[in-house]
């Protein structure tokens, strides 16, 4: 079964650069949810998108911004990195259409800030 | 606001112990609850889940998961671990309304040694 692809996998970036995550969620899937977990800590929300509007809002810096596209994907735009961001990114997708509730996990892509 | 509390940070089992990881959140509405594991390196794995009916769900590789309405309690338990249940365990909870974020407690490592 297909499953959330989230690209890249690694990234490397310097202070004050920026980076763009994507993430394409699973087929039919309308809903996506971007997390971030910090090293030794646990997955915090940082934004959500049904149908491509703003869902919900979480700790996510003013630095960051998203948005969901026609096809469903996703993309995490992060502007001046600083080296506290370095973190694993998730995203996950859902049918949120049909009120499901569960969340299907992509592999993450690990962001070090140097 | 929500909030999910892990009790037991670390833990280390030999193989064949029993396990019981602790669970506890805070909410004020209808919740679902869900258990994912974290292999070392990987994404989040859904083990199980809870949403309505039975309170003893069942979920994969052996792992079950009893909620207790009245203790605000989904504890995770499995009767016999193996070397390969060496990972990092995460209790999430969140809201019965449809595509709503998750909130993730600690996380609970766990070792098993053989």
């Known amino acids: 079964a297909a499953g959330v692809i989230q690209s890249p996998r690694h990234l490397i970036k310097e202070k004050r650069e920026t980076a763009t995550l994507k993430c394409y969620p699973i087929p039919r899937h309308d809903t996506v949810y971007w997390y971030q977990q910090g090293p030794g800590q646990d997955p915090q929300f940082l934004i959500s998108f049904y149908e491509k509007m703003q869902s919900d809002k979480g700790s996510i810096p003013d630095r960051f911004s998203a948005q969901q596209f026609s096809d469903y994907h996703s993309e995490l735009n992060m502007s001046s990195l600083e080296l506290g961001d370095s973190a694993l990114y998730f995203c996950?997708?859902?049918?949120?259409?049909?009120?499901?509730?569960?969340?299907?996990f992509g592999p993450g892509t690990r962001l070090t800030v140097t | 606001a929500q909030s999910v509390s892990q009790h037991n940070h670390h833990v280390i089992l030999s193989e064949a112990a029993s396990l019981e990881l602790g669970c506890n959140y805070s909410y004020g509405g209808t919740v679902n609850l869900f258990w994912y594991v974290q292999y070392p390196g990987q994404h989040l794995q859904l083990l199980l889940k809870?949403?309505?009916?039975?309170?003893l769900v069942k979920g994969i590789k052996g792992f079950e998961a009893e909620f207790i309405k009245s203790k605000f309690s989904f504890n995770l338990r499995k009767p016999s671990v193996q070397w390969s249940d060496t990972a990092e365990y995460f209790c999430?909870?969140?809201?019965?309304?449809?595509?709503?974020?998750?909130?993730f407690g600690t996380g609970t490592r766990l070792l098993v040694s053989p």
């Open positions: 809870y949403f309505s009916g039975d309170p």
């Open positions: 996950a997708s859902s049918l949120g259409s049909r009120k499901s509730y569960e969340q299907y």
């Open positions: 999430a909870v969140n809201s019965n309304t449809g595509f709503q974020k998750l909130v």
